[in-house]
């Protein structure tokens, strides 16, 4: 079936520490891999994105890794920012389907 | 590039009544458009997805005749919440994509839409 499993749902770390969400898919047609960031009240933001034929991916503080025998890929920020707090979501593109399916959500505060 | 406006950005309706939401991407053509409904705290939950021209495909649990939805040109699609009542209160969000363009796995979401239903 379609599904996306997100973890951990909610994750507190300390300013400048790093931090790191998990999501597994289900769908192995699945190739393409975005993670969106949304704050409250307002529309998610796409931060990374990693298509199927890549590995990693890394933009500045951001970094995406895909394991796709796995099915398998995670986000990784460091030298976490206050202004990084908010709620992270992962998604899968299902190729049948031709939708997204988002993963569960997870809130990261980052502690002053 | 690739903005998605979406409006009204809050509504307030009373039980029984419909509400449109109107949703358009301001400077690419939209080949495909998505609705998807938010509960607080929860994740966003697919409800249609609508091509150009063509009928809106829903997903398993959404009543096609409460969310009507209508994708006429390739900037503009409307939801509209026929007969209202609370338990439809929620955050609406449109997004949309350009499948002919080199971005075409890329959904663009708009600003979304709180509905309270009294």
């Known amino acids: 079936g379609e599904n996306v499993e997100q973890h951990p749902s909610t994750l507190s770390v300390q300013e400048g520490d790093s931090a790191v969400i998990k999501c597994t898919y289900s769908?192995?047609?699945?190739?393409?891999f975005p993670w969106y960031k949304q704050e409250l009240g307002k529309r998610p933001q796409l931060i990374i994105d990693?298509?199927?034929?890549?590995g990693e991916k890394k933009d500045q503080r951001i970094a995406v890794t895909l394991n796709k025998t796995a099915k398998h890929f995670s986000l990784h920020i460091t030298e976490t920012q206050p202004e990084d707090s908010a709620v992270y979501f992962c998604?899968?593109?299902?190729?049948?389907?031709?939708?997204?399916?988002f993963g569960q959500g997870t809130r990261l505060t980052i502690n002053p | 590039g690739a903005v998605v406006s979406q409006h009204p950005s809050w509504v307030i309706c009373k039980s029984g009544t419909s509400v449109k939401i109107e949703c358009r991407s301001l400077?690419?053509?939209?080949?495909?458009m998505f609705w998807y409904r938010q509960f607080p705290k929860q994740s966003l939950m697919l409800m249609a997805t609508s091509n150009e021209g063509s009928k809106a495909t829903y997903e398993q649990g959404v009543e096609k005749d409460k969310f009507l939805i209508n994708h006429a040109s390739l900037t503009l699609s409307t939801l509209t919440v026929t007969s209202a009542h609370p338990e439809d209160s929620s955050f609406y969000i449109c997004?949309?994509?350009?499948?002919?363009?080199?971005?075409?796995?890329?959904?663009?979401f708009g600003p979304g839409t709180r509905l309270t239903v009294t």
């Open positions: 990693i298509r199927s034929n890549v």
């Open positions: 997004s949309a994509r350009d499948w002919t363009s080199g971005r075409r796995y890329e959904q663009y």
């Open positions: 400077d690419f053509q939209a080949t495909t």
């Open positions: 998604a899968a593109f299902i190729q049948g389907a031709q939708k997204l399916v």
């Open positions: 769908d192995s047609a699945s190739n393409y």
